[in-house]
């Protein structure tokens, strides 16, 4: 079936009755997050006088954790086609992200970074040996034309170096992604330590205590949570016979080979630098999408990559960018799930759903940012389970047909709930600080890169019309005018709103002349790889029949409009244009 296991340090056994089982192992689940190791105390760090901290940083009164990578060594992965590419390593920690500089792909990459996480606040609320909050380090591979991949993910404990004056120095082995999952490909060289030092530090049964302690508590919860999950799956089956054909999906793999509760690969994301619900989706869908794999287990790869792979990645399937949509949507207080049914055609899909007061949903395709509500014309087809970071639903109604479900996921006859205790119990072991992930600025220069852009796109087309011997003129006001047509299409793929196209065609008329003929095209395109979208605009016979026009007194025009997105996501949007005078 579609329950998963979860991983082989789990004993799926269980011998408990069937009798009173799910209300005494969800008690169980509870209790078994409440036990805690005790630590000594730690003394404050404004008695240490030896300061190793560089002088960029602000560090009066505070302490870090230093992570200074030395290098990378076997990274054997496709060498004969590393020209010109380059490894970026990504590191996470208390939910701060930091990258280090691209270095050249070889098999002893160079990384010599040193990245400084403030535990200030964590020593706050409690101790260092109490965060359970871990260090996590991806390596992105970009090749020469921009394509960046997922190369291998891992992580590591960071309070191994709390029992170590002079810290730890880990090699640390990077595991592949998808195709290649479980397989290492290379190792990381990283010495951790407390800076400034601890004045006394944690001993090391202390701390063996506490880590065992925690690590035999996660793998209690997960017994018991399978337990549980067990049960509820046979429960639901017992339901109908055709439950078991539904695609309900209660665990997940992530990108470090961990098997996940679902509603734990997301979390309620709030940025500055998103303005709306639409914003998001708008955002999200600019994200470069690869091909998805089937959800429910029909083959493929059942890896799903976390927020933060995806994220450094800048690339993935229909299901990141599903989780990633939905956190926003929660981050804006809306009633928002994940669903898992299957497309027109039969193929399972995933996309995203926000619930209004009433129950009347509006669903979301984070690939394309397009929004849709129940009726006629859906791009889906069935719809099986839902979820989000708190609660999961599984369809019991006889008809999984989207057209005849009803959303009231508070009637138990219409849906079957996991327990949300239960769900909380398995939050409660999760790196929460780790979920609570920011969004970095783009960086991009919209205005000078789309000027550099237009320049090179010119040459380009100059270039193409002297193979079909064609002079090329070019009509600088005619591009100006162009403006209000890219920002008009960026507004209704964001918004939803349509806006400024009468003002657009009465400049066009009034500025072409009598006689003349205009002709207009526009794409759009998530990435600024000039050669590729000028190709890309080629393949169409609009654009081609446009760009090798000829013609009385024929001039040419184009314009670029980058809109920056958080991440140096972009939105490039192209306009060609000519006019021409017409000869009868």
Request: aromatic residues 8%; glycine residues 6%; charged residues 20%.
């Amino acid at each position: 079936h579609n329950l998963h296991n979860l991983s082989s340090g789990i004993n799926a056994e269980y011998g408990l009755s069937r009798e009173n089982i799910v209300d005494k192992v969800i008690a169980d689940l509870k209790n078994s997050s409440l036990e805690e190791c005790t630590e000594e105390e730690q003394e404050s760090p404004k008695q240490e006088t030896k300061n190793e901290l560089p002088s960029g940083i602000e560090s009066r009164g505070k302490r870090f954790i230093q992570v200074n990578l030395k290098q990378g060594r076997a990274f054997l992965d496709d060498l004969e086609n590393n020209e010109g590419a380059t490894f970026q390593l990504h590191a996470l920690c208390l939910g701060k992200r930091m990258s280090s500089k691209p270095v050249p792909a070889m098999v002893d990459p160079c990384f010599d970074e040193t990245f400084y996480f403030c535990v200030d606040q964590i020593m706050k609320q409690g101790s260092l040996l109490g965060c359970q909050s871990k260090l996590l380090f991806t390596v992105v591979r970009t090749n020469h034309a921009g394509h960046r991949t997922l190369l291998g993910s891992c992580e590591v404990d960071w309070r191994k170096c709390l029992d170590k004056t002079e810290g730890v120095q880990l090699n640390l082995e990077l595991t592949g992604t998808r195709s290649d999952c479980g397989v290492s490909v290379g190792v990381l060289c990283v010495r951790i330590k407390i800076l400034p030092g601890l004045n006394k530090r944690v001993s090391s049964e202390v701390l063996k205590s506490q880590l065992t302690s925690e690590h035999d508590r996660k793998i209690e919860r997960e017994r018991l949570f399978l337990m549980y999950t067990k049960q509820w799956w046979n429960e639901y089956l017992a339901l109908r016979d055709s439950h078991a054909d539904r695609l309900v999906k209660i665990f997940t793999e992530d990108e470090f080979s961990s098997t996940q509760l679902v509603c734990l690969m997301l979390s309620p994301m709030q940025t500055p630098l998103i303005e709306s619900a639409r914003h998001a989706a708008r955002f999200v869908s600019q994200i470069p999408c690869a091909q998805s794999h089937a959800p429910g287990g029909s083959g493929g790869s059942e890896q799903w990559t976390s927020l933060h792979g995806f994220l450094v990645a800048n690339s993935g399937d229909v299901e990141s960018h599903c989780l990633l949509l939905c956190s926003l949507l929660l981050g804006f207080s809306l009633n928002s799930f994940v669903c898992i049914g299957s497309r027109p055609k039969g193929n399972s899909h995933v996309w995203v759903m926000t619930l209004n007061d009433t129950a009347a949903p509006t669903f979301w395709d984070a690939v394309t940012g397009q929004r849709f509500v129940k009726g006629a014309g859906l791009p889906f087809k069935t719809i099986d389970c839902v979820f989000n970071d708190k609660s999961f639903y599984a369809n019991t109604q006889p008809s999984n047909s989207i057209s005849k479900v009803k959303f009231d996921l508070t009637d138990p006859v219409l849906w079957k709930a996991v327990s949300q205790e239960a769900i909380v119990s398995m939050r409660s072991g999760k790196d929460s600080l780790n979920l609570q992930l920011t969004l970095t600025a783009n960086t991009v220069d919209p205005y000078h890169t789309a000027c550099n852009l237009e320049h090179q796109l010119k040459r380009l087309v100059r270039d193409e019309r002297e193979e079909h011997d064609l002079s090329t003129h070019w009509n600088d006001n005619l591009s100006h005018l162009l403006l209000p047509a890219l920002s008009a299409y960026e507004l209704e793929r964001a918004a939803g709103v349509t806006v400024g196209n009468e003002e657009f065609q009465s400049a066009i008329r009034h500025a072409v002349p009598t006689g003349f003929t205009f002709k207009g095209y526009p794409a759009q395109f998530n990435h600024m790889n000039i050669r590729q979208i000028f190709r890309e605009c080629m393949r169409s016979e609009v654009c081609s029949d446009l760009i090798t026009s000829h013609g009385d007194q024929l001039e040419l025009a184009v314009k670029v409009k980058i809109y920056p997105y958080p991440e140096n996501v972009v939105a490039c949007w192209v306009m060609f244009a000519c006019q021409y005078r017409c000869i009868v």
